[in-house]
């Protein structure tokens, strides 16, 4: 990416016997250099510079050598040839361009510094401020987290200049190309590659397949780039630069072509400007009826502006200028408009970051105003131009791009000069889960029965974060005030476990299913795990499991209970549990003693089948020792208290606690059948 063939990007413009054959031997740098043969001013003035035995000669000679390499942006030379020049005391103007190319390679820090020395040692330090600011400015973009990812198209791009890719039809596509399939043999004698040529290819699943030329009459032996077309597909404007052979020159012009069902038509030179005005970047609005351009004419207000024209009955309109709302002191190129008739253009005379940046600007009654630079990474500090959308929102919920387009730049990591990319706006979204371990805080903090004062943090609490399936996706420890964080998934289920000494461990779940946002970046998910402390001889509340008379067989919501209970048993796998089986006092008191024992073995059967080490586990039958009520042998009792006997308790057959049971609120009640 050396030597990126913006011919027209320069401020010179004008580009006198720059593609010219030219009739004697060129012998030395200066010669080169006024014919802009800048691909080979560069070998002759290092040579000069080699054999200069003058300082002051030798230091411009350094410097001529670093304008040389800018000029076909090959920014890596042209600094350390800025730099040669300020060591031979080449004063503030090397200064500034070597701070210049730092800036276009995005050594954002080090431009930085040469712009404040510039500002202590130039009679007017507003420039340097301006640029150090933009320097700032670039350092502190790159750091943002994006949402856009820019990519090169390698299918397209090749080791010349590959720019301004434009919808033509269907899936097909043009762009402008330097590459060794341009027509013609004539080197351009500034960047040492072919003249450009127009190139069509087309958008596959797989992706762009071989660009191939769209040869003549469109493409000839010189300079064709930036086509633009009508709705239809059948017609064309592009660019064709050609030589004047009178004013030992080149121009730029408007062409205009048409599509005959069979093959474009002969190029017809659009007059909107005399010959000696250059016009770049055409844009033809959807409707046909608004063409948009980039002009050197006189009267502008730098370089290049940019100006409209409307179509009318003869043609086209006196172009019109987009004022300074728009253009400004250096070079404005490659306009767009989007949907909403918003401006897209590049511009190196706004506050950017190196060369060309791209910027929008707001559609008013009137024209556009506010152009706003699209920051990195749609800029780099090379030129960033041929800027445009090809979607502007997700077509399904599924679809993760909200917009995207193509644009073309110089930046570095590209295959040659000018390479074409692609960008992408992704609808990214980074979960957070952000959480806080607690416990009760009881007045007394050794009795399990004094007042509950509320919750407080609970430090050094291990953490795991867990897939559905009990899979350890990551842990921490609550820190200080019992806080910790994890990072999730888009669209998962999570299982969060808090265990510590000392308390029973517990599980709570989360998900990030559901919860993308496109407006978002960040998403925070909150959980708040609360841990029981453990305290000899307490009796932990679960709900209890109830039998029908004379039966063993477990209720159904019973089930539901021993289900819910083997989390329990698997957040907590060092306890024992004792399964004790209660009944009510009708029937013989051996009777029920038996019929106790088979109820508790029955739950202890369920537990084991369900994957519970049968040495976790102890099935006690009580009968009706423990009745909860004074329904005993021969006293006047409802089915409903008697109900309340019938039942299952749990505890806790460990050195640290114990666990029982106590009655729910609600207990579904069975008729009585016959006694036995």
């Given at each position: 990416m050396k030597r990126a063939s913006k011919y027209f990007f320069?401020?010179?413009?004008?580009?006198v016997a720059a593609c010219k054959t030219v009739p004697f031997k060129v012998n030395?740098?200066?010669?080169?250099?006024?014919?802009?043969?800048?691909?080979?001013?560069?070998?002759?003035?290092?040579?000069?510079?080699?054999?200069?035995?003058?300082?002051?000669?030798?230091?411009?000679?350094?410097?001529?050598?670093?304008?040389?390499?800018?000029?076909?942006?090959?920014?890596?030379n042209a600094e350390k040839w800025y730099k040669q020049s300020l060591d031979l005391k080449g004063g503030e103007e090397s200064l500034y361009m070597l701070a210049m190319m730092q800036k276009q390679q995005e050594k954002y820090q080090e431009a930085l510094k040469s712009f404040e020395e510039y500002q202590k040692i130039a009679g007017n330090g507003f420039e340097g401020r301006k640029q150090a600011m933009q320097c700032q400015d670039?350092?502190?973009?790159?750091?943002?987290?994006?949402?856009?990812?820019?990519?090169n198209i390698e299918a397209l791009n090749s080791a010349a200049n590959d720019y301004a890719l434009v919808p033509y039809k269907q899936k097909q596509f043009v762009y402008s190309s330097s590459r060794n399939e341009a027509l013609g043999t004539e080197r351009d004698g500034w960047t040492g590659e072919k003249f450009t040529d127009l190139f069509i290819t087309e958008k596959k699943e797989t992706g762009f397949a071989a660009p191939t030329n769209i040869g003549a009459p469109v493409n000839t032996i010189a300079h064709e780039s930036s086509a633009t077309f009508s709705k239809d597909a059948k017609e064309m404007y592009f660019i064709r630069c050609k030589?004047?052979?009178?004013?030992?020159?080149?121009?730029?012009?408007?062409?205009?072509?048409?599509?005959?069902?069979?093959?474009?038509?002969?190029?017809?030179?659009?007059?909107?400007?005399?010959?000696?005005?250059?016009?770049?970047?055409?844009?033809?609005?959807?409707?046909?009826?608004?063409?948009?351009?980039?002009?050197?004419?006189?009267?502008?207000?730098?370089?290049?502006?940019?100006?409209?024209?409307?179509?009318?009955?003869?043609?086209?309109?006196?172009?019109?200028?987009?004022?300074?709302?728009?253009n400004t002191p250096g070079s404005e190129r490659f306009p767009w408009l989007d949907d909403k008739s918003n401006l897209y253009y590049s511009s190196n005379g706004l506050p950017g970051m190196g060369g060309l940046d791209i910027f929008?600007?707001?559609?008013?009654?009137?024209?556009?105003?506010?152009?706003?630079?699209?920051?990195?990474?749609?800029?780099?500090?090379?030129?960033?131009?041929?800027?445009?959308?090809?979607?502007?929102?997700?077509?399904?919920?599924?679809?993760?791009?909200?917009?995207?387009?193509?644009?073309?730049?110089?930046?570095?990591g590209g295959k040659g000069g000018d390479d074409i990319y692609r960008f992408e706006e992704k609808w990214i979204n980074l979960f957070v889960l952000r959480g806080k371990v607690v416990e009760k805080n009881y007045e007394k903090p050794d009795d399990a029965e004094s007042k509950v004062l509320g919750l407080k943090n609970l430090p050094k609490a291990?953490?795991?974060?867990?897939?559905?399936?009990?899979?350890?996706?990551?842990?921490?420890?609550?820190?200080?005030i019992g806080n910790f964080a994890f990072r999730l998934n888009a669209e998962t289920d999570y299982k969060v476990a808090g265990t510590k000494n000392g308390y029973f461990s517990k599980t709570e779940y989360t998900s990030t299913k559901g919860k993308r946002n496109e407006d978002s970046t960040i998403i925070t998910l909150h959980v708040q795990i609360e841990l029981e402390k453990i305290f000899p001889q307490k009796m932990l509340v679960i709900p209890n499991i109830y039998y029908d008379?004379?039966?063993?067989?477990?209720?159904?919501?019973?089930?539901?209970?021993?289900d819910s209970i083997l989390i329990f048993f698997n957040e907590n796998p060092d306890l024992t549990i004792e399964l004790g089986s209660h009944t009510d006092s009708r029937g013989s008191d051996d009777y029920n003693l038996k019929l106790s024992q088979a109820r508790a073995q029955s739950a202890v059967d369920y537990l084991i089948e369900k994957g519970i080490p049968k040495d976790r586990l102890v099935a006690k039958g009580y009968g009706e020792t423990m009745l909860v009520n004074n329904c005993s042998?021969?006293?006047?009792?409802?089915?409903?208290?008697?109900?309340?006997?019938?039942?299952?308790?749990?505890?806790?057959?460990?050195?640290?606690?114990?666990?029982?049971?106590?009655?729910p609120e609600d207990i579904r009640v069975v008729p009585k059948p016959e006694e036995k």
């Open positions: 320069l401020t010179a413009i004008v580009f030395n740098g200066n010669t080169a250099v006024s014919l802009k043969l800048y691909h080979q001013s560069t070998d002759f003035l290092i040579k000069e510079f080699n054999e200069e035995k003058d300082p002051i000669k030798k230091q411009q000679k350094a410097f001529e050598i670093g304008e040389s390499y800018r000029k076909f942006n090959d920014w890596a670039a350092i502190e973009w790159k750091k943002e987290f994006l949402k856009i990812r820019v990519t030589d004047d052979q009178q004013k030992s020159a080149q121009y730029c012009n408007l062409y205009y072509t048409a599509f005959n069902n069979e093959h474009w038509e002969e190029p017809v030179k659009i007059d909107l400007f005399a010959d000696s005005i250059n016009i770049y970047d055409p844009f033809l609005s959807k409707d046909g009826k608004l063409l948009l351009f980039a002009s050197d004419a006189r009267g502008g207000f730098g370089a290049t502006d940019l100006y409209m024209a409307t179509k009318v009955d003869t043609g086209w309109s006196t172009p019109q200028n987009l004022t300074r709302n728009i929008k600007a707001t559609k008013t009654k009137t024209g556009y105003k506010d152009p706003v630079n699209l920051k990195y990474p749609i800029n780099s500090g090379a030129d960033d131009f041929g800027f445009r959308i090809d979607k502007y929102k997700p077509s399904s919920a599924d679809d993760t791009i909200l917009y995207s387009g193509y644009l073309s730049s110089n930046r570095p291990k953490v795991d974060l867990k897939s559905t399936d009990d899979r350890v996706i990551a842990s921490t420890f609550s820190d200080s008379y004379d039966k063993a067989t477990l209720r159904p919501e019973s089930k539901l209970v021993l042998n021969g006293v006047n009792c409802t089915e409903e208290e008697h109900q309340k006997n019938r039942r299952t308790t749990l505890r806790v057959v460990s050195a640290k606690l114990n666990l029982e049971s106590i009655q």
